[in-house]
C-alpha cells in the first residue's frame, strides 16, 4: 500500500520546469531511492513534498491526505521527517543535546523555568533510545564539531528520528563519506529499517549504495519519470543505462 502518493507534480522556477507531471508512489514498508543527473529535480520533489516550496500544479498525498502546499513544520508534524544534502546540526551543541532538541519540539514539551532539563526523566530516556538506535551512546557528551563528518550525518538520522516519523526521506545521506563512513550508514539504514519498520525515500549517486538497500528504485531524468522499478530491472533496463549509469555495476 502506498504511504505517499504523488499525482501530475510539476512545478516550475519563472519559465523553467524542474519537475514536468511527476507521479509516482512510495510503498509503505519500503526503502526506495530516487536517482538521476544532476538536475534531474531529485531535491525538488524533496522540497516540494517537505513543504519548502510550493508546486505549481499537481497533488500531494500522505496517507491519504491531501497535503499539497502545506508548510513544512505540518508536513512534519503528519510524518514525514527529513534529512538534508548539506550537514545540518548545531555543532556546538553536543550530541545528545541535538537529538534532545529535536525531541522537545516534537514532543512539544513546555519546560518550567526553574527545572533543569536533565531532570526531565521521559525526555533523557527518548534521547537515550535514539542514541541507542543510531549507535551514537559512546559520543553523546561530544560536541558535534568535535565528530567526525560520518557521525554528524548519523546524528542529521537520529534528528529525524526524534519525531517518530512514519516516512524519512534522506536527501544523499553518504555525501562527502569516506568508504568505511558509507559503510556504517548503509548498515545504518539496513538496521533502522528492519527493527523501527519506517519507511525510507533516499536520493543517493553512490550506485554501490542505491543497490544495496533498495526495494525499489524510481529514475527521474530531466524532471519527468524514466524508470520504476525493482533493482534487477533498473539495472538491466538500457533507457536509464543509457540515461545514467553508464558501465556501472552493483
Known sequence: M???EIENLT????HVAALSNVTLSIRDGEITSLIGPNGAGKTTIYNVVTGKFPP???RIIFKGEDITGLPSFTVW???ISRSFQITNVFKTLTVLENIRTALIVHLGKSLQFFKPIDHYDDLYEKTLHILKLIGLEDK???PCQE???GDMRIVEVGIALASEPELIFLDEPTAGMNPEETRRMVDLIKELFETTGTTFFITE???NVVFSVSNRIIVLNYGEILADGTPEEIHQNEDVKRAYLGG???
Open 56 to 58: 505549481t500544479s499537481g
Open 2 to 4: 502506498a504511504i505517499l
Open 248 to 250: 556501472v555495476e552493483k
Open 77 to 79: 508534524r503528519k510524518g
Open 205 to 207: 549517486h553512490d550506485m
Open 140 to 142: 553523546k557528551d561530544l
Open 11 to 14: 512545478k516550475k522556477f519563472g
Open 147 to 149: 565528530i567526525s563528518h
